[in-house]
């Protein structure tokens, strides 16, 4: 880096930097949301369009293929994923006659006044009791056959949502396999036929189940996407500072072990209850506008995981509306954005312009009932929580793009200190990117107090609680 006066730096930065937030963006992650229906309460699917539209939401995903909703979405420029149910896949299956009318009459019909860019083919097929896997990818292909027919097949894909449950390891990420009886019979065709049609796997993961099954080991900051001190996969030497991320990695490891790195993965449910059973660890209104809250701005601000960071996912919460005739616990009535009259049930930011006021106000760990909260493991241990100093460094697995336009922001628009990175200051030396980036990560993220959201810049950066070392330089802890 070489400045020869601080206005023509300050311009070159802000140049680059607006040229580099433009293609970020472009590249960035989406978040749509998931519209269940299983209530007697709630608002007409015409007022439900406009609730979808006044909070900026593109993308929707439906359960079914309802008339009524796929009317309502007509010229919306709302972009819709449909469902054909599980208990069709048979006639689907056995039939491609049937999947021809059912494409022609639920798809053809709306299609492209009404955005269809997904079909769904069943929902977490394998824990159907009913047991239709073996339907799965004759139905599958029998739809995607009939969206060819139709010339539809180049703008509407075709999958089907998996649940974590479809791993037989899970943990850690890099360990990460299908279950073995599924494996030649289900995932080997289903992967070919996705990469053949240049589709995605779509996976449901919900970071909740595992913390309230686990809340003794697992640390709810991160489950929550909070400060902390992350967990080391002891198989590939990768830092997870989430959940999240570790669940999206797990499924990624397992179709690589399958020779299927080339295919990308949707994430079509994810969430958090506001509300549960006294036993449901973890089920409140802040947990639930934390982890949503901060999962927004996570993939809307860019950068894919520790394994695939160049993957920007696109994410489905669950769900538009608490559901009150849904069975189970009390956590699966109460899933929802807004309750049945329109209210939101907390106030989160769901596009990149709300992101900008937005702050973690729920920022911090209650006690946990029925156990005491600790950290995540890491690397094989329970590591203490995150306490006293910490620093923000680059991540150097997020690519040298990220990483400078994160640079170029902190020393520009971020009024970072960058003075001691330039050609003879006491921290030019090492010259390299990683070592730049990461004083100008700190020198921001002290700045800016620490706070929750600060050390990410797009995922090229990250939280440490040692003191970080490039040649002599000392980095500053405080506010700047």
């Known amino acids: 880096m070489?400045?020869?006066?601080?206005?023509?730096?300050?311009?070159?930065?802000?140049?680059?930097?607006?040229?580099?937030?433009?293609?970020?963006?472009?590249?960035?992650?989406?978040?749509?949301?998931?519209?269940?229906?299983?209530?007697?309460?709630?608002?007409?699917?015409?007022k439900v369009v406009q609730l979808l539209k006044s909070q900026g939401l593109t993308k929707v995903k439906v359960f079914d293929s309802d008339p009524a909703v796929l009317h309502a979405l007509s010229g919306s420029g709302i972009k819709v994923t449909v469902d054909l149910p599980n208990e069709l896949l048979f006639s689907a299956a056995k039939r491609p006659s049937f999947a021809f009318s059912w494409v022609k009459r639920n798809v053809a019909a709306y299609h492209?006044?009404?955005?269809?860019?997904?079909?769904?083919?069943?929902?977490?097929?394998?824990?159907?009791?009913?047991?239709?896997?073996?339907?799965?990818?004759?139905?599958?292909?029998?739809?995607?056959?009939?969206?060819?027919?139709?010339?539809?097949?180049?703008?509407?894909?075709?999958?089907?949502?998996?649940?974590?449950?479809a791993l037989q390891n899970s943990y850690p990420s890099s360990a990460g396999?299908?279950?073995?009886?599924?494996?030649?019979?289900?995932?080997?065709?289903?992967?070919?036929?996705?990469?053949?049609?240049?589709?995605?796997l779509m996976v449901n993961a919900y970071p909740f189940f595992a913390y309230e099954s686990n809340s003794d080991v697992i640390s709810l900051d991160y489950a929550l996407f909070r400060e902390n001190p992350g967990v080391v996969d002891a198989g590939n030497g990768l830092r997870y500072f989430n959940l999240f991320d570790a669940q999206i990695d797990a499924v990624f490891a397992a179709m690589s072990a399958l020779k299927y790195d080339d295919i990308?993965?949707?994430?079509?449910?994810?969430?958090?209850?506001?509300?549960?059973d006294e036993n449901e660890v973890g089920a409140t209104v802040n947990n639930a506008a934390a982890y949503n809250g901060n999962l927004v701005r996570r993939i809307l601000t860019g950068g894919g995981t520790p394994l695939r960071p160049h993957a920007d996912l696109a994410v489905y919460?669950?769900?538009?509306?608490?559901?009150?005739?849904?069975?189970?616990?009390?956590?699966?009535?109460?899933?929802?954005?807004?309750?049945?009259?329109?209210?939101?049930?907390?106030?989160?930011?769901?596009?990149?312009?709300?992101?900008?006021?937005?702050?973690?106000?729920?920022?911090?760990?209650p006690p946990v009932t029925g156990g005491q909260q600790v950290a995540a493991p890491v690397s094989g241990g329970v590591s203490k929580s995150t306490t006293g100093n910490t620093w923000c460094v680059a991540n150097p697995d997020a690519g040298k793009g990220r990483m400078q336009a994160g640079l170029d922001y902190a020393c520009g628009e971020g009024g970072a200190d960058c003075r001691a990175i330039q050609p003879g200051a006491t921290c030019y030396n090492p010259n390299t990117l990683d070592a730049h980036a990461?004083?100008?990560?700190?020198?921001?993220?002290?700045?800016?107090?620490?706070?929750?959201?600060?050390?990410?810049?797009?995922?090229?950066?990250?939280v440490v609680t040692q003191p970080p070392k490039y040649g002599e330089c000392e980095f500053p802890t405080g506010a700047n």
């Open 264 to 276: 990308n993965l949707v994430v079509t449910e994810t969430g958090w209850p506001s509300k549960g």
């Open 317 to 365: 919460l669950f769900a538009l509306f608490n559901e009150n005739q849904k069975f189970g616990p009390t956590s699966e009535r109460n899933y929802g954005l807004f309750y049945p009259d329109e209210k939101k049930v907390y106030d989160i930011p769901l596009t990149v312009e709300g992101l900008k006021n937005y702050k973690d106000d729920s920022n911090r760990s």
């Open 438 to 462: 990461s004083f100008a990560f700190n020198s921001y993220y002290q700045k800016k107090g620490r706070e929750m959201g600060t050390c990410y810049f797009g995922g090229a950066a990250y």
């Open 177 to 200: 396999s299908f279950r073995t009886e599924l494996i030649q019979p289900v995932f080997e065709p289903l992967l070919n036929f996705l990469r053949q049609t240049g589709s995605y």
């Open 2 to 46: 070489e400045f020869n006066s601080p206005s023509s730096f300050s311009f070159i930065v802000f140049s680059l930097f607006l040229l580099v937030s433009i293609s970020n963006l472009a590249d960035a992650g989406a978040i749509g949301v998931n519209y269940g229906r299983i209530a007697n309460n709630l608002p007409s699917a015409v």
């Open 112 to 165: 492209p006044s009404t955005e269809i860019e997904a079909i769904a083919v069943g929902n977490e097929v394998f824990v159907d009791p009913h047991n239709t896997t073996k339907f799965l990818i004759p139905a599958m292909e029998n739809i995607h056959q009939a969206l060819r027919k139709l010339n539809l097949d180049s703008s509407i894909k075709v999958s089907s949502p998996i649940a974590l449950s």
